[in-house]
Every structure is written in structure tokens, then in C-alpha cells.
């Protein structure tokens, strides 16, 4: 027990090193919904790679960050803000704002029709594609 405890400890520790770029990079703004003056902590977009990988990570606020701990429970009026998201300029904002509306866009008219509208590269495509939400 004493051994997964300090590795996740370690990883943590890996993670919190990101926390000064990820604040430059999102310019202390949440990087889906763009609140701004919230706790923002770090998202690790899945499949979560064994070693913390920069490219991987998001800050997010509270107020994003908790529902995506059960997609099934997302509320749809509260994710309109994802058609900024997705254009935004780093991938990883795109692949995560993708993939909620693609969850969404199951049950959502305008979810559906805002991923129909999105072109991304090869790049963005895997990553999206990598892990459904």
C-alpha cells in the first residue's frame, strides 16, 4: 500500500511541475469555459499515460472539472461555451471539448451539429478519438 501511495504522490508531484506554463499557456483562465478568478487545477485528458505528459493536461475550473467525473450526469444547458472550445488553439482543449460534445451531441440537436461543423487534423482526430467521455 505504502508503494502505490508514493508513486501517486510522485505523479502528483510530476503534474504540479506543469502548473506554471499551464497558468502562462491558459493566462489563469479556465481553458474551457474561460471563468476566470476560480481555483483551476489540473485535468489530465485520458487514456492518463503512466508518465505526466504537458500535452495531456488542462486547467480547468471547479465548476468543468466535477462533472466530468461522471459523464452520464452532464447537464447540456450549462456546456454551451464549448463552441468557443472547440477552436481553441491547443489540442488538447479541442480533443476534450470534442469529446464532451460528442457525449452530449447523443441527446443534444445543437452538440451534434456543432461537431459536424468542426474540422480537425489528423493530430486532433486520434486524440479525440483515443478515449470516449
Same mark, same amino acid.
Given at each position: ?7 501517486h ?16 499557456r ?47 450526469? !452532464?447537464q447540456?444547458?450549462? +456546456?454551451?461555451f464549448?463552441? #468557443? *472550445?472547440?477552436w481553441? %488553439? =491547443?489540442?488538447v482543449?479541442q ?19 456543432? !461537431?459536424?461543423?468542426?474540422? +480537425?487534423?489528423?493530430?486532433? #482526430? *486520434?486524440?479525440?478519438? %483515443? =478515449?470516449?467521455?
Open positions: 500500500m505504502a508503494k502505490g501511495l508514493e508513486k504522490r510522485e505523479r502528483e508531484r510530476k503534474l504540479s511541475l506543469f502548473g506554471k506554463d499551464l497558468t502562462r491558459s493566462r489563469s483562465c479556465c481553458e474551457l469555459c474561460g471563468a476566470s478568478g476560480r481555483t483551476l487545477e489540473i485535468y489530465e485528458l485520458g487514456p492518463i499515460p503512466a508518465e505526466p505528459e504537458y500535452d495531456r493536461c488542462l486547467f480547468l475550473c471547479p465548476e468543468c472539472r466535477e462533472p466530468l467525473k461522471n459523464s452520464a450526469a !452532464l447540456a444547458e450549462r +456546456w454551451h464549448l463552441k #468557443e *472550445a472547440v481553441s %488553439e =491547443e489540442r482543449v480533443a476534450l471539448a470534442a469529446r464532451i460534445l460528442d457525449r452530449l451531441g447523443r441527446t443534444e440537436s445543437w452538440a451534434a451539429e456543432l !461537431l459536424e461543423e468542426v474540422y +480537425w487534423d489528423e493530430e486532433t #482526430e *486520434a486524440l479525440i478519438r %483515443e =478515449e470516449p467521455l
